[in-house]
């Protein structure tokens, strides 16, 4: 069974950086991409940004790109979203996926003054 356990999410001033984190287990890590998405009160389930299974062709949403880069260390079944000049609208509940409905708890990121 897949299982996925997002951490690292916190309260940060805008302008500031963090690093989240996702552990998975339950299938071949190295042998399928991974993506992160994100939830803010009020919307849908929106997508963050992928990577390939040996962590190539990256691709990020727009809202996102040039501030936030997702790696992953297959060593350690772990992709990671590395987030900087964080806004208040990057305030969200974030998971991560590899494919299918199947998701983790998430963690709260919270961007504010």
């Known amino acids: 069974q897949v299982q996925l356990v997002e951490s690292g999410g916190a309260l940060v001033q805008p302008g500031g950086s963090l690093r989240l984190s996702c552990a998975a287990s339950g299938f071949t890590f190295s042998n399928y991409g991974m993506k992160w998405y994100r939830q803010a009160p009020g919307k849908e389930r929106e997508f963050v940004a992928t990577i390939g299974y040996s962590g190539g062709n990256t691709n990020y949403a727009d809202s996102v790109k040039g501030r936030f880069t997702i790696s992953r260390d297959n060593t350690k079944n772990t992709v990671y979203l590395q987030m900087s000049s964080l806004k208040p609208e990057d305030t969200a509940v974030y998971y991560c996926?590899?494919?299918?409905?199947?998701w983790g708890q998430g963690t709260q990121v919270t961007v504010s003054s």
């Open positions: 996926n590899t494919r299918g409905n199947d």
